[in-house]
């Protein structure tokens, strides 16, 4: 039998938005059994406890969604699709759900090649290794040519691709998929259908393909198979495992072409969890002693508690329900008696969970992001990195009498990673540092929501917030008093730098060179 952690599987999809990550979560969700029927999210099993207003409460939410867990058994694996916001804009949290991930999918549209958000979520997987399966998604629609976007992909991202799975056709000449591999052939029941049948071939020039494709486009098809076997690397799986090749498919989300084929891709390459940096040592997934990592808090998940639930990553060990487990920032025991599993709709008391999965933990603003959880050894994992903002703005309460709310909204949402909170030395007035400008809408409106208060923002003189450091107390000190109006310290009480332009950055670096002017802040710094 495999031990637990080989069988698990977790994973991420990193997109632009509207390229598809939306239709293919529902896709996997449903050719992985996870639901019954895509486009109207079934709940799966009798059995599951009664449906939580979860869902709702994310539907109503929309752009503020943040990340959630999908668990679902598949091929006699465990799959856990950590979801990521797909909006233009986005918070700390989706990069730190990167840190809980193996592996990722990035879904390009066909007809726009890699955008903006791809780009920069690949960027953060390429920091941490994270192996990367790509479909090239709506090739139903009209797209460009694959080889333009083979070389797109290999050219912006620098990183080696395999077409596994090209597409025959696009726009309304798709006829369905070919996969170079094994020569079966992808198609519908008529041109233009869904997916609905395999064609098994011995190749691209096999007789029966002329049956089934129109004459000019199966041309063009046999020669762009043999020109893509020449011109692009064959699959290799430590290069894959490395992050260095990235194994391509191309598909339709929403005809059904491309989602049994990364089920089967995740299943067969994608790493199982792989061992876990900390502040100590290392640490792999099959040691018998349970260790984890929070990596997103988020608040008011249920509208009826005003409890928080915080997303373990598990990384060694088999959790059992009601296990102690140490914290290690307090030091306290922490008994775990109702940790939750999250499946494509419901949630429901996790009794056991293995490296890989997620569980959350209710609780009341004890447990922060960036915890580490273990069964009483002094380690910390490392790598959650804290991002420094690109828009800050001052707080405005215009109800004097609400201080409080604002305190706890501020709090609580900063711990989600929506936002950043610093005090100023200077004044009184919290600033809010933020990651992406659509976030202040969703500040505002939850604010409101969930703790009563109206808030208003007021444009600030800087516009850059930097983490500052220094080894030595005496020139950090001669730093701080120099520069007074411009520090700001984190909810963590580490100071901040804030300049109103890199001009002003290097300008101060240079008069203070001791000082290391820091654009991430890791939560958890290593011992180094
Ligand atoms: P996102 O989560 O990445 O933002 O994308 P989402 O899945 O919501 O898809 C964005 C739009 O693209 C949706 O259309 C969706 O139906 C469409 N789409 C996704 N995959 C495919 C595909 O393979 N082929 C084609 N032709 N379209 C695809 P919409 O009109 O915005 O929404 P809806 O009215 O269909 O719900």
């Known amino acids: ?36 029927m895509a486009g109207q999210v079934k709940a799966r099993g009798e059995k599951r406890r009664a449906k939580s207003d979860w869902m709702k409460i994310e539907q109503e939410r929309g752009i503020s969604v943040t990340s959630s867990v999908m668990t679902f058994e598949h091929k006699d694996l465990i799959f856990n699709l950590l979801d990521t916001p797909g909006h233009e804009d986005f918070s700390e949290d989706t990069y730190r759900t990167l840190t809980a991930v193996d592996s990722a999918i990035m879904v390009i549209d066909a007809s726009k090649g890699i955008e903006a958000q791809t780009l920069k979520l690949f960027e953060v997987c390429r920091l941490r290794d994270i192996p990367i399966i790509t479909l090239v998604n709506k090739c139903d629609r009209e797209a460009k040519d694959p080889f333009e976007l083979l070389d797109e992909i290999q050219e912006t991202l620098a990183l080696d691709v395999a077409p596994l799975v090209l597409p025959i056709g696009s726009g309304s000449t798709f006829h369905g998929c070919f996969n170079v ?28 393909l002329d049956e089934l494709v129109d004459g000019q486009l199966l041309e063009e098809c046999r020669e762009m198979v043999e020109l893509a076997s020449v011109g692009y ?16 498919i191309f598909g339709s989300a929403l005809k ?65 329900r009601g296990m102690k487990l140490r914290q290690i920032r307090t030091g306290k025991d922490v008994m775990v008696h109702s940790p939750i599993m999250f499946f494509a709709q419901d949630r429901e008391i996790a009794d056991e969970a293995g490296p890989g999965d997620v569980i959350g933990i209710p609780n009341h603003g004890t447990i922060r992001v960036g915890d580490t959880f273990t069964e009483g050894e002094q380690l910390q994992f490392t790598g959650l990195p804290a991002f420094a903002p690109e828009v800050l703005r001052r707080v405005r309460l215009p109800d004097g009498t609400k201080v409080k709310q604002l305190r706890r909204a501020l709090e609580d949402l900063a711990e989600e990673g929506l936002t950043q909170v610093f005090k100023p030395n200077i004044g009184s007035n919290w600033i809010i540092g933020l990651v992406g400008i659509l976030q202040l809408d969703v500040l505002k409106s939850r604010a409101k929501a969930e703790y009563g208060v109206d808030i208003d923002f007021e444009p600030i003189t800087y516009n850059m917030a930097v983490w500052v450091k220094c080894d030595d107390p005496v020139k950090m000190k001669a730093f701080m008093s120099a520069n007074v109006n411009n520090i700001v310290h984190d909810r963590e009480g580490s100071p901040v730098f804030l300049a109103k332009s890199q001009w002003e950055i290097d300008f101060t670096k240079e008069r203070h060179p001791a000082i290391t002017f820091m654009k991430t802040r890791e939560l958890i710094q290593a011992e180094a």
Do not use: W
């Open 181 to 208: 591999t094994n020569g079966e052939y992808y198609t519908g029941a008529h041109k233009g259908e869904a997916f609905d049948r395999i064609v098994e071939t011995s190749g691209i020039d096999d007789p029966q």
């Open 1 to 36: 039998m495999p031990a637990s952690h080989e069988i698990r599987r977790t994973f991420a999809i990193i997109s632009h938005p509207d390229a598809g990550k939306t239709t293919l979560t529902e896709k996997l969700l449903y050719f992985g059994g996870a639901i019954r």
């Open 233 to 248: 690397s064959e699959f290799d799986l430590d290069s894959y495992r490395e992050g260095h090749l990235s194994p391509v």
């Open 256 to 320: 059904d072409f491309g989602p049994t084929a990364l089920l089967d891709l995740i299943a067969e390459i994608a790493p199982a969890p792989r061992p876990s940096p900390a502040t100590t040592r290392t640490v792999n997934p099959d040691e018998k002693k349970v260790s984890g990592f929070v990596f997103k808090v988020q608040a008011n998940m249920d509208s009826h508690h005003r409890d928080r639930v915080a997303f373990m990553r598990i990384c060694s060990g088999d959790f059992k």
